[in-house]
């Protein structure tokens, strides 16, 4: 009798199957819809790269601080040690660490666009991809340009400790800095965004928008459950959830971001006149 392997003449990562709607789709098919399911419209992850090629006009962009990577604070060492479990990651994803911050223009608007890398670590926020946001944010204050954060991580990065817990008040510091220079700041939240990320930035925007069903919140749900024990309303924590209960402002669909962001930033950049004069022209409709 053949293997259930020589039956199959597929090739391995050609089809990835829906589950959503367990539907079977063409890799192929899936990446020209932005990872996201053509017959139920789940939203697959979207890796960084990705998601910075889906916001940027033309594809095109300038990487900013690619040269910053942990050295092990803390010697930390778990099943493995931390110093072999960043070379692994750096090895797989090709980045130094789980954040990209990166410049360019987003329908013809100068922005400065920071993506979070939920292959590298869980996208966890340590020492490093915290100074990359701060950097960021201090690089929209100079060029004084619209600052948006992709979020999709786990949380804090539990390898270094109370270091990683700094970057929360860090980052929330440097946002607040830029909100007194009165420069709009669009928090994008993907699924997951979990953690000291959820309890800092991602909740800090002027814009607070959500992915559709991304899960969003501090503590796990089965957490949750165990240390109130009680039973949780269904959808609990997922972005149409919080958007009932006030804590988002919008869920759009990835396929209608980049038009949602682009009505978004040509408002706040048109009643910001600080902004407005280092910015293209914003006349006419906005563009699909």
């Known amino acids: 009798m053949a293997s259930a392997a020589e039956k199959s003449r597929v090739p391995e990562g050609l089809m990835a199957k829906c589950p959503g709607c367990a539907k079977v789709i063409y890799n192929k098919d899936l990446a020209e819809n932005l990872n996201v399911c053509p017959n139920c419209a789940h939203h697959f992850r979207l890796g960084a790269v990705e998601r910075l090629r889906s916001l940027f006009d033309n594809e095109k962009w300038t990487e900013h601080f690619s040269n910053l990577s942990s050295n092990d604070p803390l010697k930390f060492k778990d099943t493995k040690s931390y110093s072999e479990r960043l070379r692994e990651n750096i090895d797989r994803t090709g980045l ?29 926020m340590g020492v490093v991809s915290g100074e990359k946001t ?56 993907t699924d997951p965004t979990t953690g000291g990320v ?14 559709p069903h991304a899960l969003i ?31 988002l402002d919008l869920v759009v669909d990835r396929r209608k971001l980049k038009t949602t962001l682009t009505r978004a930033l040509r408002f706040m950049v048109a009643t ?13 409709p906005p563009q699909n």
């Open 96 to 124: 130094k660490d789980s954040m990209i911050v990166a410049t360019g223009k987003l329908a013809g608007i100068n922005v400065v666009v920071c993506a979070m890398e939920y292959d590298f670590i869980g996208g966890s």
């Open 198 to 211: 959820t309890a800092s930035y991602a909740m800090l925007g002027d814009l607070n928008i959500a992915e």
């Open 134 to 189: 701060a950097r960021a944010v201090e690089l929209s204050l100079k060029n004084r340009q619209p600052l948006i954060i992709v979020s999709c991580s786990g949380g804090a990065r539990m390898m270094e400790g109370a270091l990683s817990l700094m970057q929360m008040a860090k980052i929330s510091a440097a946002l607040a800095r830029l909100d007194r220079a009165k420069l709009p700041f669009i928090s994008i939240l």
């Open 217 to 247: 919140g501090f503590a796990g749900p089965r957490v949750i459950e165990q240390t109130i024990r009680q039973k949780l309303p269904k959808g609990f924590q997922r972005s149409e959830f919080l958007l009932e209960h006030g804590m």
């Open 272 to 284: 910001g006149s600080s902004v407005s004069k280092n910015t293209t022209e914003l006349s006419g």
